[in-house]
């Protein structure tokens, strides 16, 4: 006699129905797991991007901050002014800084000749190993930041002519596009700026920008 209690097995609706829930969860927890992994590597590489734009403006202050009053002679036996750049010049930036470590003792200035420039979005800094050079010497270049779009550099003459307008901003009709010797005043000298902004356009960052006032010779 089989009693009315005995086990019986599960129905194939039940077991269906089983697998279709153990198989929600599973895509929700695979979901959830995936949506956290995505947010955790986007975390880490805007992370790392914040990182690196920072080290960049750093090196740049640096190179800003400490400008020498020092001409140079260029490769053509042209003499070029210690600050120049801008929409007209060949680079962005290009000075003169102070400040160039020499910890092995080698036979050159502490002065660096440097230039700031913008290539197929990327930012590049150069440094020749002399200041005053000829047609063999090379700038050793590096890429320093990678989907910039631009990177645009403004002068401000003096800073008795600094302004600031109602907003409490700064005011930026004094300022030069361009700091480069005037062609038709040859042999003139074109002293260093007083100030400097530079604005660098990171791609899905949007703009980055730093003021400078530079040191008094």
């Known amino acids: 006699m089989v009693s009315k209690f005995s086990a019986r097995g ?51 202050s640096r190179d800003i901050r400490q400008v020498a009053k020092r001409p140079v002679i260029d490769e053509f036996g042209q003499r070029m002014p210690a600050v120049l750049g801008g929409e007209l010049a060949r680079d962005e930036l290009t000075l003169t800084r102070a400040g160039w470590h020499n910890s092995t003792g080698a036979p050159r200035s502490t002065l660096q000749r440097v230039h700031w420039w913008i290539e197929d979005e990327t930012l590049w800094r150069g440094y020749f190993p002399v200041l005053d050079r000829t047609v063999g010497t090379e700038r050793i270049e590096t890429a320093v930041l990678n989907e910039v779009e631009g990177f645009e550099v403004r002068f401000l003459p003096s800073l008795a002519m600094l302004e600031i307008n109602r907003d409490d901003a700064i005011d930026r009709k004094n300022w030069e596009d361009s700091w480069v010797e005037d062609v038709s005043q040859p042999n003139q000298g074109l002293p260093p700026p007083a100030a400097v902004e530079v604005t660098m356009e990171v791609s899905g960052l949007g703009a980055v920008k730093r003021l400078y006032v530079l040191p008094e010779h």
């Open 10 to 60: 599960f129905t194939l609706i039940e077991v269906l129905v089983a697998m279709a829930i153990t198989a929600l969860v599973a895509i929700v927890s695979y979901s959830a797991l995936s949506a956290a992994i995505s947010s955790a590597e986007a975390l880490r590489i805007s992370t790392e991007r914040a990182r690196d734009i920072g080290q960049v403006m750093a090196i740049l």
